[in-house]
């Protein structure tokens, strides 16, 4: 496993409809966190999660998001009909509990 | 309400000479700080970091000061080189922990001149 992995690494949506999001953490990382940057601004905190738990979803916006990390497979998160507002690049990391995040290269959504 | 903040969008800086990127916290519980480094179309990568009871910490090149009283952290690049050029940005954390919620600044455009 070279790193954290995000895919799609681009996304484009029209207006209404479903994005998905997926991060694969390293190997042997169990906590995965998710990070929204728009233009021009630092990355902002969206949500906290171990496996099959949210731990910390403080920073999600509280319609039309929302993320899950399944005991199998990869973290999602899901956007449902996407606004303008939404276009964005979308950072995953993962840690060890006693150690620090690595970050994946991101998703970068555009909304059109 | 921007708990973290670079104030300087950019830098330019000679090769050779000295690099201090700057940064102002206003949450008195954050604790640890860390500086992160960006290239366009890629990831943060982690730099240095700081624990709040320490108020220096030493990597190779790179330095970060800590100001508890000023709630001020500087990352310091010495000697900077072109590879430096990059986006930094700094965030910090409550509990005393790199993993957790990090907040972050704005980030800083670091301009390294041959």
């Known amino acids: 496993n070279a790193g954290v992995m995000q895919n799609p690494r681009h996304l484009v949506r029209r207006r209404g409809q479903e994005a998905r999001l997926r991060c694969s953490p390293m190997?042997?990382?169990?906590?995965v966190y998710w990070y929204r940057q728009l233009p021009e601004e630092g990355l902002k905190f969206m949500v906290y999660?171990?496996?099959?738990?949210?731990?910390?979803e403080s920073g999600m916006p509280k319609e039309r998001f929302s993320a899950e990390f399944p005991k199998e497979g990869p973290s999602i998160l899901r956007i449902q009909q996407v606004v303008r507002g939404d276009s964005a690049a979308y950072f995953c990391a993962s840690s060890v509990r006693d150690y620090g995040y690595t970050f994946g290269s991101g998703t970068r959504l555009t909304v059109v | 309400d921007q708990q973290v903040k670079q104030n300087s969008p950019s830098l330019s800086v000679q090769e050779g000479r000295i690099s201090i990127l700057n940064c102002d916290y206003t949450n008195s519980m954050f604790d640890y700080f860390l500086w992160y480094k960006k290239y366009p179309a890629e990831g943060p990568t982690f730099l240095i970091s700081i624990s709040s009871i320490k108020d220096k910490n030493e990597d190779g090149r790179f330095t970060v000061f800590l100001n508890k009283s000023a709630k001020h952290l500087s990352l310091h690049i010495v000697p900077s080189q072109p590879g430096d050029s990059a986006v930094y940005f700094c965030?910090?954390?409550?509990?005393?922990?790199?993993?957790?919620?990090?907040?972050f600044g704005q980030g800083t455009i670091l301009t390294v001149h041959p």
């Open positions: 190997k042997g990382h169990s906590h």
């Open positions: 965030a910090a954390s409550e509990g005393g922990t790199s993993y957790g919620k990090l907040t």
């Open positions: 999660l171990q496996k099959e738990n949210i731990i910390d």
